[in-house]
């Protein structure tokens, strides 16, 4: 109830919900595709391994070509 909870609270909303709705509109996570729970758990653990994907490449471009000839070559 504290103004930083309330600051929280609405940052919140913003990157935690927004993961989970684009989970569920692009990703076909409003309807499990398996049937058990095992099946439907590696539906979910699939869908977040691409969201992670897709923020990871969103910022190795939006850090530039050298930052990823660098990380590759550091590995």
Do not use: P, W
Request: net charge positive; proline share 0%.
């Amino acid at each position: 109830l504290s103004e930083r909870g309330k600051q929280l609270y609405k940052r919140r909303s913003q990157t935690i919900e927004r993961s989970f709705a684009d989970a569920k509109e692009l990703h076909g996570l409003r309807y499990a595709r398996y049937r058990g729970l095992a099946k439907v758990r590696e539906q979910c653990l699939l869908i977040a391994v691409a969201q992670n994907i897709k923020k990871m490449a969103l910022l190795l471009s939006k850090r530039g070509k050298g930052f990823v000839i660098r990380l590759i070559y550091q590995i």
